[in-house]
């Protein structure tokens, strides 16, 4: 009956995820939707070359590859932070009131959620407001190009970063109580414990959530940029997913954005492949 039960999710991958493989071939092929897939020619890897050889590859590239850097660097950390504090925290009204909180952004829709951020960042939003009060200059953040990385990844923690704590709050309830005891009979204090038998206790699920986070490393949300971004700040915000609209959607270049998809999740799998092996050499745990 168990495996009567796991046909659902095996059809949905089959069919979903396994079976679409097969239209990235017109990546490789001059695609016309008057012939279809069979009867389009083959270009073998011009809308590769094409695409390296683009005047925006560059810039969509380091777009890509920062805004998931600064997503790692200080998004990861965040819901672990926030799971440790948590665990700190004795009252248990002040836990789930704290934990409610953080929660409640993750449920709010990519497009009210983008609606808040422009109207908080409009010259006469809230953060202007704070900046007036401090003396500085009134500015419309999103028509800042310096600005628009801070603001997505900024916003991106205060939307994820309690949802992502729940993972690390579970690994938590599982570490052994007697580990404790016995840390607090050797003289270690709260914070000697948390460095000593709390994070090691959790490592194995930070590493596989950092292998999964390091696969999906080019996929920067397309939803949230497109709602956020403009013309004007195309030179910081324009990365691969928003380039395949403009390209697949907008002037119809089917074969060219699907070659740009394809080099995106290759670069995905490679990246994968690489943090599982090295965490696997160096700590042992890895996905595979």
Known sequence: MIYWM?????????????????????????????????????????????????????RILSNTLLISLYNIIFGFPAPIILALLLNEVRKNVLKRFVQSVTYLPHFISVLVLCGLIVDFTARNGIVNDLLAFMGMERIT??????????????????????????IYLAALAGIDQDLYEAATIDGAGRFKQMLHVTLPG???????????????????????????YNPITYETSDVISTYVYRKGILEANYSFSAAVGLFNSVINFVLLVVTNKISKKVNETSLW
């Not at 089959?14 to 071939?25: E, L």
């Not at 801070?150 to 939307?159: A, D, G, K, L, M």
């Open 6 to 58: 796991a046909l659902p999710v095996m059809a949905y991958y089959i069919i979903f995820q396994y079976v679409p493989m097969y239209g990235a071939s017109i990546a490789f092929k001059d695609f016309s939707p008057m012939k279809g897939i069979l009867g389009s020619s083959w270009v073998g890897m011009q809308h590769f070359n094409d695409f390296f050889k683009d005047v925006y590859f560059g």
């Open 141 to 166: 953040m999103l028509l800042k190009p310096e600005l628009f990385r801070t603001i997505y990844v900024s916003s991106n923690i205060w939307q994820e970063v309690g949802w992502g704590s729940i």
């Open 202 to 228: 959790i490592m194995p699920t930070i590493i596989i959530l950092f292998i999964l986070r390091m696969g999906s490393m080019m996929n920067v949300g397309f939803d949230k940029i497109f709602l956020l």
